[in-house]
């Protein structure tokens, strides 16, 4: 009987089919007690569940991130074409160290190492952030739902969906592996494998980092902020161990698994013994997330809710969007400012640094647009700030998708509130919450430059014309097509895949001009040009009033 | 007895989604004042037909009045004046179940304080819990408080009990009679049949989208039929004759019969002609009344309209 039961659940495919004996008496000499293969029955089926619902995310985010990886060799040879400019680029590379906390050091100059150098730390991000949205996604989410309660109620295990979500985010994780180890072959077998194995671990690091998070808060949106800010911390330890040392890495960036990923040399007399930091560092993880989902009950967290007023002082639905949002609005806003401080800080070393490699300060004057190499680089961070902005606009506009599927606003409107109220207090957040957090960058840009106050806060404020967009879009949608809200997501993605690699690509004009921020002036030090961006301003507007219309005049989506 | 201001007014509503046709010309007209349940099969259009009258979903056709608006174009206006119940009522996570009430009272025409005090400890609720640490019925006693408690006209309440205990029912309809008893009218749509026939003044019943029957309990128990179980002195007459007579069964002396509610005089004269030894009649149970019309009978269905037509 035991011999059944173990076989139905270590192996996913029979599993499915589950023998009668996997709901064994309780009573049954040989019954396991706890642990052991009955914790895991179902596991399968989940499994094969997750598959089905992330058929979409996880082949779209993998082949993003892929391409993003495969392309950079080429790029790289169009930049630097000679063996001996890669030479002088390491060279470079390796004594200044503001170059050096954006992207890392550089340990080898063939094309393979210059992309695992290029391309490693944002890969190994990607990789990262897919995999704590697929493992909140199947664990907490679903918990906090309530769906949890009627799948742990079939024959299911209790670490089954745990187990079904690392095992989704290793699927992906390997996919992702995969596909970089195949398409950088090329560039030398080893370092390809390395390199693959790597930005697989990285994602499985945070994977697990996520199965822990997902235990100890009730939220699946707390988790997934929570985990998102593990994943800033590692990207700053990272950024400031490389900064801070000369040679190698200083133990700062060896509290980074992003910071291992480089440390790993692919391509570069491969360190193999790293991918056993991965390893270990996803086990230890994965040990603590099992201990405690086998500990607490289902739906409940480590972190418990404490009891709120017994009365209210919410009066209106724009204070109600407010209290909802204020916490997420919170987090972006120290993580803005965070940022703005610290490539302020490193912006003087790195605009040094690029003035002496001409494929390096044409990367930046495309990003940034101008000549003048300080204002180039600050201007080519703050677009990307502008550019993450978007996600923020973004992830607060869809609040109201949210509320609505949730069957929240239901009742709420259902009340004396109208729906552009009740939609004007998640927007009047969103919108003005956007430039409120490109304030705050700006003001940590300046802080940490020092200087350039004036020209700093109007180049971060004049970003909000093209994150206004991607807003005005996102409300377009949600009022329009409720059930495609969703591609509001898609489209934050793709304009940020535009801004982030399009100028490192070389990419045409055409194909930069798809995204809002193309057509911004590149500020600071270029000229400040009010056509386009009251344009684009005029253009959210309208976007915004298009989208509230059709909320007017369309049903309430039930949940 | 309906007043010259229904409070709900709803003839030949239409809702389609996709292919799915959800109101296919629904009536329902309620009474200022009245209790009026709402009944009908799962997935008949209840809900449906409740977010038309919110103004949530809007009408492919037909005429929707609800205190005297129209509730797609004066939704504001109306909901002032209307609590709303929702049959799963989901909270915020990190608001605590006071914090709801308030903003819901707020969000309408204002909240009574020492009744909603008063609610709390008749409920027992604790509202200092937030979101998700309240069970099903608990949830729904933070949307009944706000609702009770608000000052409204109208109060629409989409299967309000089906998480309650026993004792909190009771709480309910004592809650219900009261709003009643101040004059305010109740929209309760519900499956708790008991609760229908304790508190209800008029109910209307609907399936696949339309109207199937509507009055009071009084009028509806007439169209039932009524069980009859007779020993006489000697074998019946020709009951089959009789109109209104159905799954007659006669055993010697011993006669076993359904019968037409409103037929039963004449059947009851015929049995006395041949003496009547022992009687017993059931009469019509209004679980009975509701399958009847739940069930998806077509040939019931074809040989009760006629009945249906000739009583209206």
């Not at chain 1, 009955?38 to 995310?57: C, E, N, P, S």
């Not at chain 2, 219900?176 to 609760?195: A, K, M, P, Q, Y």
């Not at chain 2, 509610?261 to 679980?287: F, H, I, M, W, Y």
């Amino acid at each position: 009987m035991t011999a059944v039961d173990n076989a139905s659940a270590s192996t996913p495919s029979s599993s499915s089919s589950p023998s009668p004996s996997a709901s064994g008496a309780p009573s049954s000499a040989f019954a396991v007690r706890s642990g052991g293969a009955r914790q895991l029955a179902g596991t399968g089926v989940l499994l094969r569940f997750a598959l089905r619902r992330d058929r979409v995310m996880v082949p779209v985010w993998v082949a993003v991130t892929g391409l993003m990886v495969l392309s950079m060799p080429n790029s790289l040879r169009s930049l630097y074409g000679t063996a001996a400019e890669r030479a002088d680029l390491m060279r470079q590379m390796t004594t200044n160290s503001s170059l050096r906390a954006l992207v890392g050091p550089v340990f080898d100059d063939s094309l393979g190492a210059l992309t695992a150098w290029r391309v490693g730390v944002y890969a190994g991000a990607l990789a990262a952030a897919m995999s704590l949205l697929v493992v909140i996604r199947h664990t907490r989410d679903e918990e906090e739902s309530g769906r949890l309660e009627v799948v742990a109620s079939g024959m299911v295990g209790r670490r089954a969906p745990l187990t079904a979500a690392l095992l989704m985010a290793a699927v992906a994780n390997g996919a992702l592996g995969l596909l970089v180890a195949a398409g950088l072959a090329g560039q030398g077998a080893a370092g390809a494998l390395a390199f693959g194995l790597g930005i697989a671990g990285v994602g499985m690091v945070f994977a697990t980092t996520a199965a822990v998070v997902a235990q100890l808060t009730e939220s699946a949106r707390l988790a997934r902020g929570l985990t998102a800010g593990v994943l800033g911390a590692a990207f700053v330890l990272r950024a400031a161990g490389d900064a801070s040392a000369n040679e190698g890495s200083s133990f700062l960036t060896w509290l980074s698994p992003l910071g291992w990923l480089e440390n790993e040399r692919s391509f570069a007399d491969e360190r193999w013994w790293v991918l056993l930091l991965f390893a270990g560092a996803a086990l230890a993880q994965g040990v603590v997330a099992y201990g405690l989902a086998g500990r607490r009950d289902v739906g409940m967290s480590f972190l418990p809710t404490r009891p709120g007023p017994a009365t209210g002082r919410l009066a209106t639905a724009g204070a109600l969007a407010w209290r909802l949002q204020r916490g997420s609005a919170l987090g972006w806003s120290i993580g803005f400012f965070l940022a703005g401080l610290v490539y302020g800080g490193l912006t003087e070393g790195a605009a040094d640094l690029v003035a002496d490699n001409e494929g390096a300060r044409q990367i930046f004057e495309r990003m940034g647009g101008q000549s003048g190499l300080t204002d180039a680089f600050l201007a080519s961070m703050i677009s990307m700030l502008g550019l993450i902005a978007a996600l923020y606009i973004v992830s607060a506009v869809l609040r109201l998708h949210g509320e609505e599927t949730s069957g929240r606003a239901e009742p709420l409107l259902a009340n004396a509130v109208g729906r552009l109220r009740w939609a004007a207090g998640h927007l009047a957040v969103a919108f003005a919450g956007s430039v409120w957090i490109m304030l705050l960058a700006g003001l940590g840009f300046a802080l940490g430059y020092g200087k350039e106050f004036g020209p700093i806060l109007g180049a971060c404020l004049v970003q909000v014309a093209g994150v206004w967009v991607i807003g005005g879009v996102a409300v377009l949608v949600h009022g329009v097509a409720p059930r495609a809200a969703m591609a509001a997501w898609g489209l934050a993605g793709a304009v940020l895949l535009i801004g982030w690699i399009g100028p490192a690509l070389d990419a045409p004009q055409a194909v930069l001009d798809l995204s809002p921020f193309g057509h911004l002036p590149k500020l600071p030090g270029g000229d400040m040009e009010w056509g386009p961006v009251l344009t684009l301003i005029g253009l959210a507007v309208a976007l915004v009033a298009a989208g509230l219309a059709g909320l007017r005049r369309r049903d309430v989506v039930m949940s | 007895m309906t007043k010259a201001n229904p409070a709900i007014e709803v003839s030949g509503l239409h809702k389609s989604f996709g292919r799915t046709h959800a109101l296919a010309g629904l009536d329902l007209t309620v009474a200022s004042g009245e209790v009026h349940g709402f009944l009908g099969p799962n997935g008949a259009g209840k809900s449906t037909a409740i977010r038309v009258l919110l103004g949530l979903l809007r009408a492919d056709a037909g005429v929707t009045r609800i205190l005297g608006r129209d509730p797609w174009k004066d939704a504001v206006e109306v909901h002032r004046r209307i609590a709303y119940v929702p049959g799963d009522v989901t909270l915020w996570r990190n608001l605590s179940g006071g914090e709801v009430i308030d903003l819901y009272g707020r969000l309408r025409g204002g909240l009574d304080a020492g009744r909603r005090a008063d609610l709390i400890e008749r409920f027992e609720l604790d509202p200092t819990k937030k979101g998700r640490t309240y069970s099903k019925g608990n949830r729904q006693k933070v949307a009944l408080v706000a609702a009770f408690a608000s000052d409204v006209d109208l109060l629409i309440l989409d299967e309000p009990t089906s998480g309650l205990d026993p004792l909190m029912e009771e709480v309910f309809q004592h809650c219900v009679r009261e709003e009643r008893d101040r004059g305010r009218t109740v929209l309760l749509s519900s499956h708790i049949l008991s609760e229908v026939e304790e508190l209800c003044d008029r109910v209307s019943i609907i399936r696949k989208g339309v109207t199937v029957e509507s009055g009071s309990l009084a009028d509806l128990r007439h169209l039932t039929r009524t069980a009859v179980a007779a020993e006489l002195a000697s074998p019946p007459g020709d009951l089959a004759r009789l109109p209104g007579v159905h799954d007659l069964d006669v055993q010697g002396n011993r006669v076993r019969l359904q019968v037409d509610t409103d037929k039963l005089d004449a059947v009851l004269r015929s049995l006395t002609e041949s003496g009547v030894r022992s009687l017993a009649s059931t009469p019509p149970t209004l679980e009975e009344l509701f399958l009847r019309h739940y069930q998806d009978d077509q040939d019931d269905a074809a040989s009760r309209s006629p009945e249906r037509t000739a009583v209206r």
